[in-house]
């Protein structure tokens, strides 16, 4: 990571952001930083991974059933207290019109992009399988 | 009208792909996707051999996809073959996570395949995933049904040591889970009403469980669908996965695909 990354990094560690809060630079680096060319960088893994979005389920329902395109959805995980979370991948499918889930950039990006270890999900066991 | 000698460029450098093949590799790059260089005649020779074996038609009462030997997030979403020639809806996956070796979970994007098992199907039913990674934390990779609705563990740790999860419950749905710990097929499915027959890699084995009617459930993928939501989707990497009426050959169905794998360049 450059330092400008990692720096972005470190400040989204310490407290959940939402897209809307950052200022114009930090929102340009991390547009700059999260979107594929082809498949994730290592940097990309390392700014996404464990970030999540907190949604509600009267949005989930909303963004499932108004807004995105048909044969194309959003899908929560709960956690153990049975909050729902959306990764944060998604911002990086969103941005542009041609994106697969920019029907709903409005919505993803007022949502806090929160560190969420694994160990707050549930883990199944092997009777859940 | 022009017409092609054997020695037109047009006709000498065509690659000769197997025409099921090429007619789904139009549709692959009419989605965005690209193919890898060899990877087009790997999956020809991929169709071809499933042809000779008759494993390809069962997956057309179901679905086929793959995930590997192509870049964009679009074709993996176009499949090989399907039941009435039906498309899977994507729930959550972006571009980011479609690599080369295939399509990576994250513990929440999953495929519908919008169509499942029917009634009747209950003895003649398949269910495979081809995993591209190497991984310890569970999560189901495929499935239908509820996991506490009598479902029977057909293989587990103790059998496969740290192979995949088998399951089959007492109303006939499928779902295959990890942890796994090699790159290679999980496959299960019922040619009779008394017996399932699973491979994992190169292990086979077979457990009785009395059939009953399949749940009417659509397919997930990277999930099992219980009652129309995902349950514990992985967040693990899949190569290739389907499932169909049951395979002739689930033998040389392994051999097929770990030989498309292995030109694909899908290695450890």
Same mark, same amino acid.
């Given at each position: 990571m450059t330092p400008d990354q990692l720096a972005l990094k470190e400040l989204l560690d310490s407290a959940p952001l939402a897209w809307v809060q950052l200022n114009p630079n930090q929102r340009s680096l991390l547009r700059k930083t999260l979107r594929p060319d082809g498949e994730f960088t290592p940097e990309q893994r390392e700014l996404l991974q464990d970030r999540y979005l907190p949604i509600t389920t009267e949005q989930l329902a909303q963004a499932q059933r108004l807004l995105l395109p048909r044969r194309t959805q959003v899908n929560a995980r709960a956690d153990a207290d049975g909050a729902m979370?959306?990764?944060?991948?998604?911002?990086?499918?969103?941005?542009?019109?041609?994106?697969?889930?920019?029907?709903?950039?409005?919505?993803l990006a007022q949502l806090p992009i929160t560190l969420k270890p694994a160990d707050d999900f549930p883990a199944p066991s092997p009777l859940d399988i | 009208m022009r017409t092609l000698t054997l020695f037109d460029p047009a006709f000498v450098n065509r690659p000769g792909f197997d025409p099921d093949a090429e007619a789904w590799f139009a549709q692959v790059e009419a989605a965005g996707s690209v193919f890898a260089e060899g990877a087009k005649a790997a999956y020809s020779k991929f169709f071809v051999q499933l042809k000779s074996?008759?494993? @390809?038609?069962?997956?057309?009462?179901?679905?086929?996809l793959a995930f590997a030997g192509f870049s964009g997030l679009g074709g993996c979403f176009r499949p090989i073959t399907s039941r009435g020639n039906a498309l899977p809806t994507n729930v959550g996956f972006v571009a980011g996570q479609k690599v080369a070796a295939g399509l990576q979970g994250?513990?929440?994007?999953?495929?519908? #395949?919008?169509?499942?098992? @029917?009634?009747?199907?209950?003895?003649n039913q398949s269910a495979f995933v081809w995993h591209s990674d190497i991984y310890a934390s569970p999560g189901?990779?495929?499935? !239908?049904?509820?996991?506490?609705d009598g479902s029977t563990q057909l293989g587990d740790n103790t059998l496969f040591a740290n192979g995949p999860f088998f399951r089959c419950s007492s109303s006939g749905a499928i779902s295959i889970g990890g942890p796994r710990t090699e790159f290679?097929?999980? @496959? #299960?499915?019922? !040619?009779?009403?008394?017996?399932?027959?699973? @491979?994992?890699?190169?292990?086979?084995?077979?457990?009785?469980?009395?059939s009953q009617a399949p749940l009417l459930l659509d397919v997930f993928m990277f999930t099992r669908n219980s009652g129309g939501s995902p349950t514990n989707p992985t967040d693990r990497r899949l190569s290739l996965g389907g499932f169909g009426d049951a395979l002739p050959n689930p033998g040389a169905y392994r051999t097929t695909c770990n030989t498309l794998m292995t030109e694909l360049g899908v290695t450890p």
């Open positions: 979370w959306l990764p944060a991948d998604l911002l990086t499918d969103c941005m542009e019109v041609s994106d697969t889930y920019h029907a709903i950039v409005g919505l | 074996d008759g494993n @390809l038609a069962p997956f057309s009462n179901g679905m086929l994250n513990g929440s994007a999953y495929i519908n #395949c919008n169509v499942g098992f @029917l009634a009747g199907q209950q003895n189901v990779y495929l499935g !239908t049904g509820f996991g506490d290679d097929i999980a @496959l #299960c499915q019922r !040619t009779q009403a008394s017996e399932f027959s699973y @491979l994992s890699g190169s292990r086979s084995g077979n457990a009785a469980v009395v």
